[in-house]
């Protein structure tokens, strides 16, 4: 039997590339990637509902070199996607190869998206992965040169598909014919496109380019706040932020939160001086119930050691000056 590897997002274009190979009798198995930018739920809920088998890999060391350093750059906000599915289709491919897998798939329709998913960037992709020639896009496969898979009778051109552009009405009526009723809308799942997370990505990768994936899984909680060349406030901005915060934060970390008043508590990262703690502080304390008060004292721990400062709170409107947007 001929066996696919697929990559799958779980949206609408990779449940139907899939069914495009199944329903030609392809054994289809999908992979999944995770990082901290994005996860393989829908994924998940899309296989089980096609029914093929779905492996998940977490690659999030490896994609945040990628994204830290894009060979063909990023897209409208710090998405990498050429670099990303390009990896993607690297890693899908030492998969095959290991695993005795004919080719790969993808659920990518020619024209889609303008900058990521035109003739040239599926090229590039595919020679980008090291596997260009292993590659099938069977939702255009038809408005594309024929691959080997097909001269070679692996797959019936004939029963792949000629989509492109941006609508969705072939999609969409094409799930309705095969009785996929329930698939996610388009879009959204990707940190990496969104304005306001790059915005904190970009400013702690400047500052900090050695950053790991904690450091990257920290923007996700809380108000972030750049403080100094190399000194940060996160914080949290409910009981769930503040709890995240507690469980992550490490012995580089100062924990800050008023020592008479219920607030907020604040986490404050990477080197400083005591101007700097006093300015977190003071930004910890405009937050809290004591924001109004003349002097207010923080506690502030790290590690075994604590200790307290004793600050005036910001106005919060300049509290807000310091905010990474
Ligand atoms: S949207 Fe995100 S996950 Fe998708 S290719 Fe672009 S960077 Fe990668």
């Known amino acids: 039997m001929v066996k696919a590897l697929g990559l799958i997002s779980g949206g609408l274009d990779s449940s139907l590339a899939a069914m495009t190979l199944m329903r030609q009798g392809i054994e289809v198995t999908g992979v999944a990637f995770e990082t901290p930018f994005f996860n393989a739920d ?63 798939f993808s659920g990518e329709v020619l024209g889609q998206r303008p900058m990521s998913q035109n003739a040239n960037a599926l090229r590039s992709v595919a020679k980008l992965s090291g596997y260009p020639d292993k590659i099938l896009r069977p939702l255009s496969a038809k408005l594309m040169d024929e691959t080997l898979m097909e001269q070679s009778g692996l797959v019936d051109r004939e029963r792949l598909l000629d989509i492109q552009g941006r609508s969705r009405k072939q999609q969409q009526a094409l799930a309705k014919e095969w009785g996929l009723l329930d698939y996610p809308s388009s879009g959204g799942g990707c940190l990496l496109t969104e304005e306001g997370f790059s915005n904190q990505l970009r400013d702690l990768l400047t500052h900090t380019p050695q950053a790991t994936t904690s450091d990257v899984e920290l923007l996700k909680v809380g108000r972030q706040f750049r403080l100094s060349e190399t000194a940060k406030l996160i914080l949290g901005r409910h009981r769930t932020d503040n709890e995240a915060l507690q469980q992550r934060a490490s012995s580089d970390h100062i924990k800050i939160r008023c020592q008479n008043f219920s607030g907020p508590l604040g986490l404050l ?18 937050y809290g119930k004591g924001k109004n008060e003349v002097e207010i004292d923080m506690l502030c721990i790290t590690g075994d050691e604590e200790f307290v400062r004793r600050v005036q709170p910001l106005p919060r409107e300049t509290s807000r000056e310091w905010l990474i947007r």
Do not use: W
């Open 42 to 104: 829908k994924a998940r809920a899309a296989a089980k509902a096609i029914g093929h088998k779905l492996i998940i890999e977490n690659i999030s060391d490896i994609h945040l070199q990628v994204v830290k350093n894009p060979q063909r750059g990023y897209g409208r906000n710090m998405n990498p996607c050429i670099d990303c599915h390009a990896l993607m289709f690297k890693l899908a491919g030492d998969r095959m190869a290991k695993d005795g897998f004919d080719f790969l």
């Open 269 to 286: 990262c990477g080197e400083h001086d005591d101007t700097i703690l006093d300015s977190a502080a003071a930004i910890v304390a405009s």
